[in-house]
């Protein structure tokens, strides 16, 4: 029935399924004050300006769950210990909210708008900074690979956006930024990301870091045990049961069965 209420970037999970909005606040409620003590405790605090939290609770209309609207479980409050003794209250954001956390803008709803503007900004940021002081070709190149891929690529695991819409912003980076690194920005696309070794630019595509970095996160929490791999495990099972097939699915062929699942 509810996914998580999260401040910051503790996640909280309820008990059980079926528990009902109060239960789950006053859970979350209890788990933050523990957690904000621990923080006193080894001399650090918790800002409210830099605090809020999201709640993700269902509700089923003819058989269809629908997230709850902010204004409906509005009258909920979620409160920090503060050093002096006291406790702050925090805002509690919509879900369709984009906030940044940890250095990643993302939103329970995973809607990628502003995630993909501010990939877009970070990557334009940096062209201009060439702009303003060009720097030699080797040092452009070094500072791509050794300073914004990590940048670019930092959180991508976390973006929701499809090929079309990652490449889309990709291109608008790299379109601006290829004569600084000494080729035509007019280059054809194909080129961009082709491998040096059949004569392309070399340049990373993002699309296929987003897919290893995936990978990755499949790989490292699957079966883990840990509250994301529950989750992956959860979103797997309910995907299962909507397709409706027997066997293992993902030997089955896509083109052929697409129409049985929901798409994004």
């Known amino acids: 029935d509810h996914l998580c209420g999260r401040y910051r970037s ?14 789950f606040v006053q859970q979350v409620q209890d788990a933050t004050t523990d957690w904000g003590m621990l ?11 830099k605090s809020f939290w999201y709640l993700m609770s269902w509700k089923f209309h003819n058989g269809r769950a629908k997230l709850k609207t902010k204004q ?6 979620i409160e920090i210990p503060q050093s ?24 329970p709803l995973n809607k990628p708008t502003v995630p993909l503007v501010k990939l877009k900004e970070k990557g334009l940021n940096w062209v201009d900074k060439l702009r303003v002081r060009p720097l030699e070709r080797k040092l452009t190149w070094l500072s791509l690979n050794s300073q914004q891929y990590p940048a670019l690529f930092y ?16 291109g608008s980076v790299y379109f601006n930024a290829l004569p600084f690194l000494g080729y035509n920005r007019n280059i054809n696309k194909a080129y961009r990301t082709l491998p040096t070794d059949f004569q392309g630019i070399g340049l990373k595509n993002w699309s296929i870091e987003k897919l290893g970095k995936d990978t990755a996160v499949l790989l490292q929490h699957w079966q883990s045990g840990s509250a994301f791999g529950f989750a992956l495990e959860f979103v ?12 293992s699915v993902l030997t089955q062929k896509f083109d052929r069965f697409q129409h049985l699942a929901t798409k994004r």
């Open 236 to 247: 797997y099972e309910a995907f299962l049961m909507e397709v409706g097939l027997d066997g």
């Open 72 to 77: 409906e479980p509005n009258h909920f409050s």
């Open 155 to 170: 959180g991508l695991s976390s973006l929701y956006a499809s090929p079309d819409e990652l490449e889309k912003v990709m």
């Open 84 to 107: 002096d003794g006291t406790s702050a209250v925090i805002p509690l954001e919509g879900n369709d909210v984009t906030k940044k956390t940890l250095g990643v803008w993302s939103n």
């Open 10 to 23: 503790p996640r909280h999970w309820a008990k059980f399924y079926g528990i009902e909005d109060e239960e």
């Open 39 to 49: 923080v006193h405790a080894t001399g650090g605090a918790v800002k409210p300006s």
